[in-house]
């Protein structure tokens, strides 16, 4: 079989039968470029999507990118068709394992518990049967998830794995609170990440697909979901998630009676799917030790507003725009003038000299450190739709509030940011003065960026109470 090596976003041009194309992608894995899409012709001359394959090489430096020939046969030692795995080259000598249905079948006793305890509550044995082979189906290697692959993947009636998952009469969310619970008591989450998620699509009758900001890909047809992640430094795994529904779409009952769109669905803004999320969990059991979300949170009063009334910690990044005002322990009233309110990005310039240094994530055998120069702010949200969620309030005083800010030097360097993002604001109130060493170790502040996999740029505290 013969491969070649496409640049990112290409499609093959005049494919044969038989030949496959790894794509370039741009992902960023802690300044790896490792990844490629891995795309092979059939007999009938159509191109199949296999998934995503890492390659690289020991001895690899940050910042690097895998370099490959434009185009070699089977007998490179790199390489693997798994979308499973990540293939490594140790000097010419290939190693990579596919997770097939040999090794699927190894882990069944594993797997019966899991399914055992998840549908239990069902009450056909039928159906939690093909609750575990829908589960064995997920975790075979394939780039279709979707029934009639799996069903064939699994060697069973495709009719009988459909008939499970489209019409079968089962509650998914005691399904999702039963895994939401085996994943908090594994994962023992420091914090829960609230973020976007969009899914690409190519079909514009896909329920709540439109063109919008997906990701790498900038504006372009896709779904998105809300979710909520769990992250520790065990690692990090969702809870809990839900579509959004785009206003144009809850607008056109016909075209969502197409999709598949139940008929009660409204539209709902992203910040309120999210407070739904945590009023579910919350439901089941799980109590938020400290919610984070990027600016597009961050910056909604409303969901703020939400945080707070629910007696839920937060740390949101904002925009350098915002409208602040310094405190200084005194009460501040709604409208009180007295003294002017500056903007985030003016009042981090102003104590940057107050920064201190902070090593965040402690060298290892994979990673180097990585350190920042922080200062802790507080401060009073004074915006004009912050004044008029507090007028509505019984002593319509502005909450304080610390706003937390990073540098990666602390002279000659900007603002660490992503975008417009330039800080983060915490619901619960600091010390007066710089972020020192002492109160630090007093409520055993440990700063961390975020999950990779969530890909959120805030930064996360994690504080002992």
């Known amino acids: 079989m013969q491969f070649t090596v496409l640049p990112v976003r290409e499609r093959p041009v005049s494919p044969v039968p038989g030949q496959a194309f790894l794509v370039r992608d741009n992902w960023d894995d802690y300044s790896f470029k490792t990844t490629f899409q891995l795309l092979c012709v059939d ?15 020991f001895g690899m430096a940050a910042p690097a990118r895998t370099p490959l020939p434009e185009g070699f046969d089977r007998a490179w030692s790199w390489f693997a068709t798994s979308s499973a795995v990540q293939l490594i080259d140790h000097g010419g000598q290939g190693h990579g394992s596919a997770m097939d249905l040999q090794a699927v079948e190894a882990l069944d006793a594993d797997l019966a518990e ?3 305890d998840i549908f239990k509550y069902l009450a056909y044995k039928g159906q939690r049967g093909y609750g575990q082979q829908y589960l064995r189906g997920l975790m075979l290697d394939g780039k279709r998830k979707s029934v009639e692959p799996m069903a064939a993947r699994l060697g069973i009636p495709r009719q009988n794995l459909g008939h499970f998952i ?13 895994i939401a619970a085996r994943a908090v008591a594994v994962v023992g989450p420091t914090a829960w990440v609230i973020d976007d998620h969009p899914f690409v699509r190519y079909g514009h009758g896909t329920a709540g697909a439109v063109v919008q900001h997906c990701g790498e890909r900038e504006q372009h047809l896709c779904q998105v979901a809300v979710s909520v992640h769990a992250v520790s430094g065990r690692g990090s795994t969702p809870l809990h998630w839900r579509l959004f529904l785009p206003q144009r ?5 016909a075209r969502c009676a197409r999709a598949g769109v139940p008929s009660g669905l409204r539209h709902r803004t992203k910040q309120q799917i999210a407070l739904d999320l945590l009023d579910e969990l919350v439901a089941w059991g799980n109590a938020p030790p400290l919610v984070i979300a990027d600016s597009d949170y961050g910056t909604n009063v409303a969901f703020r507003t939400g945080l707070a009334e629910r007696g839920i910690h937060w740390l949101l990044a904002v925009q350098g725009d915002t409208v602040v005002l310094p405190a200084t322990g005194v009460p501040v009233t709604v409208w009180a003038r007295r003294r002017p309110s500056i903007s985030v990005n003016q009042l981090a310039g102003d104590n940057r000299y107050r920064a201190r240094r902070f090593v965040y994530r402690p060298k290892s055998a994979d990673h180097p450190a990585r350190s920042g120069w922080f200062v802790a702010i507080p401060i009073h949200i004074a915006g004009i739709i912050e004044r008029g969620y507090v007028a509505k309030t019984a002593g319509r005083f502005l909450p304080e509030r610390t706003l937390l800010i990073q540098w990666r030097r602390k002279h000659g360097g900007d603002v660490f940011a992503v975008g417009e993002r330039y800080g983060c604001v915490t619901s619960q109130p600091h010390a007066r003065g710089h972020l020192s060493r002492s109160h630090a170790r007093s409520v055993s502040a440990r700063v961390r960026v975020a999950c990779s996999r969530v890909k959120t740029a805030s930064v996360l505290v994690r504080t002992r109470t």
Not at 43 to 57: L, N
């Open 43 to 57: 007999p009938g001359g159509k191109i199949r999507e296999i998934g995503a394959v890492k390659i690289g090489r």
């Open 114 to 116: 899991f399914t055992g």
């Open 166 to 178: 489209a019409q079968s009469t089962w509650d998914y969310s005691e399904v999702m609170r039963r």
């Open 249 to 253: 779409w809850a607008q056109d009952p």
